[in-house]
């Protein structure tokens, strides 16, 4: 890397920088994850300041954040101006991670590298606030590390759900017996407090992630041997689970049966079933309603007094008829991104596990949670990782990446 292209605090380049301040932007830090978002924003300004790339997406992010701003309800202040634009910050930052002047096995570390800070930021908000609320929590609800304010266990679930995709990919490649280690604690850890919380959409994301990796180890690795190893492991694990469950072993079925998750939905104490929720007929209230309010204002969110649970009604509901196209429009080019790297000749199966995970999960997530009323920290990361894919497809197919100024 040559000198003008660095930005150096000591010995720490700018992209050191990049990774660390997107890792604390997404542990939410203080409670000012957008702050983190737009001070890195800032780095990547100054360090591409003769060179700053852009591409179509970061443009549907801007107008995303032109609708936002003009059509919700939220009273004018500086936070509130800076929130919509934290997903166009987040696109300009994610397509000026990767330098063209690399390689291909270093421009595939990168991608590795802020998949990992973007998870592991969320992982550790979810791990402070396990900590704090051991020995206090009340039926699924939680106090926030940061802002000290009861989190719903909707909320504290989504901090998981990066570090499910990061944790299985990693566990389903072809990495040492250090990194599945440690991904196998951190995956527990994810686990185990989401027996606490009692929440679906974790365990759903869960169940996906590892059929989705089963499933690409074998059709998507070319590795034989890969995929020999991995049906063993999984047959003989799903054997031991079931043996240890069924007789009791460790007490592991007491712990179990005594968890929140287990009394919500298996004790018969709560009337609830799994299978019951009320996610479906809220989208189809929000449906039958969108031609009542084009230009958003959560008319819908106050006559309901519920989310619709899902990014592009909420986000309709917001911010209106310009929101909803900006979203769609940014879905398609995802989807795009996603297929173009994993029929990618040229990328190691790694980075293609990884990005298949990563994206099970967002879409998942999508349709289960209201993502820009309560996790724009996720869209966000959303966006960042989209830009970078878009990004090593086009330096891989000898295009332009994006537009220079």
Known sequence: MSKEKEIRVGKVDAISIILLLSFLATMNFVGRYYYFFVITFIVVLFHNCRGLKINAEVV???????????FSNEPLGLTNIIKPFVYFMGGVIGCNILKNGETLDEKEESVYKIMGALAL????????????NSKSIVYRNTVDVWTHKVYGATGQAGLGILAIAFSVANLFSRKGKK????????????????LILAGRTLLAVFFVEVAVAFVSVLYVNKDGRLKWKTV????????????????????????????????????????QKIGDDD???????YLNNMGRFLFGGTHLRSELRHYAH??????YDIGGIFTLATLL??????????IQTVFNRNLRFETKLLTICFFCAFYIEFCMEPILAGFQWLFTAFCIINAVLNSLNKNLLGLQE???Y
């Open 279 to 285: 996610r479906l007929t809220y989208k189809m209230f």
């Open 402 to 404: 994006g537009v220079c």
């Open 60 to 70: 549907i992010e801007f107008f995303l954040g032109l609708a936002l701003l003009f």
């Open 310 to 315: 899902d990014l592009l009604l909420d986000g």
């Open 232 to 271: 063993f492991v999984v047959i003989a694990l799903l054997c031991c689970i079931a043996a240890i469950y069924s007789f009791n072993m460790f007490n592991v079925r007491g712990i179990v049966e005594e968890t929140t998750f287990y009394q919500r939905f298996f004790s018969g104490n709560y009337s």
């Open 179 to 194: 990194s599945k280690v440690i991904n196998l604690f951190v995956l527990l850890v994810v686990l185990a407090y989401n």
């Open 121 to 132: 930021g969320a992982w550790i908000h979810l791990l402070l606030n396990m900590v704090l």
């Open 329 to 338: 429009l940014l879905l398609i080019f995802s989807a795009r991104n996603l």
